[in-house]
């Protein structure tokens, strides 16, 4: 399996520093599994119009399904000793790695966090690959299309799901709006139907601040995490499911 699968079916791909040919010559068998697991992804439109930070429905079970093929949650530890003596230690906790005798890659998942943690992710590959201790550092975070699609979408997973007010929340699992929010969904039902103002509430859980593809190679694009081989990986909007709740 290759990265040429993953963009025919939609996602977003850009690596650096030779990543793909060390993932595919020194990790296939992990890289196959990688791409697989990546492909298999579904994401309920409900669970978008629920919001939720990086541990939304869609992550917990990518999580699950990466951890079931043996990327596990580690913490790396990197000492250095001159002499028998201890001059420092950092850790690093690293959602997904994949260990094995040819080297060590890390993963992680960034579905809807504050923008800034791309910075966090990237500097911790660009130690740990100085140090030795990944080959390279993967990221998975909401590709272009699915960006540019949340709005469309929410508003279509709200039509579909019959959503005419407030009373609907609960049946979808939606949170109880506060205070401010329902002030919003007021001001924006009376130029739009409800479904649609609260898409268009729900979309700014999405904002351009948060964890997604043109956020993260803005920072490929300064050198961030360089010179660590990186492959950032981008879901699409196709991996969305329009349903109906029953």
Not at 130 to 147: E, F, M
Not at 185 to 213: C, I, N, P, V
Request: with cysteine; hydrophobic share 35%; proline share 4%.
């Amino acid at each position: 399996m290759s990265l040429e699968e993953l963009t025919q079916a939609g996602f977003d791909v850009h690596e650096t520093n030779h990543a793909e040919a060390i993932l595919s010559r020194d990790f296939r068998d992990e890289f196959t599994d990688l791409c697989a697991t990546l492909l298999a992804v579904r994401i309920r439109c409900t669970e978008m119009l629920q919001g939720g930070g990086n541990e939304a429905p869609p992550t917990r079970r990518l999580r699950r399904s990466l951890a079931a093929a043996g990327w596990g949650k580690r913490n790396i530890v990197v000492r250095k000793t001159v002499d028998g003596v201890a001059l420092s230690s950092r850790s690093h906790e690293i959602d997904h790695v994949h260990h094995s005798e040819r080297g060590t890659l890390a993963l992680e998942i960034e579905w809807n966090n504050k923008d800034p943690f791309f910075d966090r992710d990237l500097e911790n590959f660009q130690r740990l690959h100085a140090d030795g201790a990944i080959s390279v550092g993967i990221v998975v975070t909401r590709g272009q299309s699915l960006q540019t699609a949340i709005r469309d979408t929410l508003t279509a997973c709200a039509k579909v799901n019959n959503l005419h007010s407030v009373d609907d929340f609960a049946r979808l699992g939606i949170k109880e709006p506060t205070a401010n929010q329902r002030s919003r969904l007021q001001r924006l039902a009376q130029d739009m139907d409800f479904a649609t103002a609260t898409a268009t509430m729900m979309a700014t859980k999405y904002g351009e601040s948060t964890t997604h593809w043109k956020k993260l190679t803005e920072r490929l694009e300064r050198g961030v995490g360089n010179p660590c081989p990186l492959l950032p990986i981008g879901l699409p909007a196709s991996c969305v499911d329009i349903v109906e709740e029953p």
